[in-house]
């Protein structure tokens, strides 16, 4: 299996993680916690994290 491959499974599989309810309850600090609607979401943040890109945001 290529690099690019094993990237992409491994993505989805962070995505489905990260989006599952189950994964959301088990880690939630109390029933207020993760319930606000933001511009990026848990998701989204996380993968950028993983993703960092090298140049300034600007430019990308």
């Given at each position: 299996?290529?690099?690019?491959?094993?990237l992409k499974?491994?993505f989805q599989?962070?995505?489905?993680?990260?989006?599952?309810?189950?994964?959301?309850?088990?880690?939630?600090?109390?029933?207020?916690?993760?319930?606000?609607?933001?511009?990026?979401?848990?998701?989204?943040?996380?993968?950028?994290?993983?993703?960092?890109?090298?140049?300034?945001?600007?430019?990308?």
């Open positions: 299996m290529s690099i690019r491959n094993n499974d491994f599989e962070m995505n489905t993680l990260l989006t599952s309810n189950e994964f959301i309850e088990q880690h939630r600090a109390n029933n207020s916690a993760f319930s606000r609607t933001r511009k990026l979401s848990f998701t989204d943040i996380i993968h950028f994290l993983l993703t960092l890109p090298q140049k300034s945001l600007s430019v990308s």
